[in-house]
């Protein structure tokens, strides 16, 4: 069973900093691509970030233009992980961050966006004070 685990999440003033960690578990993807999706409250949830990689190696990053210059998606082979880094934090960045993972390739920031994705993890709550 494939499981996607979030951490990272927490209360931070605007303008600091804060690193999602998503770990997974139950097997590895050789070829794959994985994203960061955020909803805060009333809202739909939206693309923030994604990583798709092929045959274990490379690495095409795709952005949501809201996080642009500020977060920086990346993965570790080792670890099973993708990480997010989020700098320069807004009060408008605050939502439940969702991990999520498609077994393929994709070779657009659209296909990134727009894919179904096969798993998704939990959400972990990412507050930014004012």
């Known amino acids: 069973q494939v499981q996607l685990v979030e951490s990272g999440g927490g209360l931070v003033q605007a303008g600091g900093s804060l690193r999602l960690s998503c770990v997974v578990s139950g097997r590895t993807f050789g070829s794959a691509t994985m994203g960061w999706f955020r909803q805060a409250p009333g809202k739909e949830r939206e693309f923030v970030a994604a990583?798709?990689?092929?045959?274990?190696?490379?690495?095409?990053?795709y952005y949501a233009d809201s996080v642009k210059g500020r977060f920086t998606i990346s993965r570790d082979n080792a670890k099973n992980a993708v990480y997010l880094q989020m700098n320069r934090l807004r009060p408008e960045d605050t939502a439940v961050y969702y991990c999520?993972?498609?077994?393929?390739?994709?070779?657009?920031?659209?296909?990134?966006?727009?894919?179904?994705?096969?798993?998704w993890g939990q959400g972990t709550q990412v507050t930014v004070s004012s």
């Open positions: 999520a993972a498609e077994d393929k390739f994709l070779v657009t920031a659209a296909q990134a966006m727009g894919a179904r994705y096969d798993y």
């Open positions: 990583i798709s990689w092929i045959n274990w190696s490379g690495g095409s990053t």
